[in-house]
């Protein structure tokens, strides 16, 4: 699985429009979310909203083919597609139907705490 960071400027005065719509996705929206994100192989996905002076959209994606993904919602007209590219577009002026360069970033560092590994007990040999 590929972990994907999007970071997006805000449209000035949209932070409460953006706080809106992911309540929005979670909520009256989640089902049509979530039929959208398995159509286009996304297995995880996770907003925020941050910033000072310059607010952000943050979008945190689990994709196995983010690209692909990408390419698959650019060229959607599925109802609930299109309201979640019109969407992105009003808050942050950013067109999906135009997919973007989605290998424009490299991971440059990752840390995870790995589960403990439990010792594998030694088998005696079997007498012959």
């Known amino acids: 699985m590929k972990q994907t960071c999007l970071v997006i ?9 953006a706080k809106s719509w992911l309540r929005t996705l979670e ?6 979310l979530a039929r959208s994100e398995r ?3 996304i297995e995880r996905q996770a907003w ?3 910033g000072d002076g310059q607010d ?7 994709a196995k083919d983010f690209p692909r993904a990408v390419s698959l ?5 599925e109802p609930f597609d299109l309201w979640f590219k019109r969407s992105i577009e009003t808050m942050t002026g950013l067109d999906l139907n135009d997919s973007p360069a989605s290998d424009a970033a490299a991971l ?11 010792p594998v007990m030694a088998q005696p040999a079997p007498l012959a």
């Open 9 to 17: 400027p805000l449209q000035p005065g949209a932070r409460d429009a």
């Open 27 to 32: 909520g009256p929206r989640a089902g049509e």
């Open 39 to 41: 159509r286009l192989g």
């Open 48 to 50: 925020f909203t941050a």
């Open 56 to 62: 952000l959209l943050i979008g945190r994606i689990d």
């Open 73 to 77: 919602l650019a060229i959607s007209m």
């Open 108 to 118: 440059l560092s990752r840390y995870a705490v790995e589960p403990a590994r439990v």
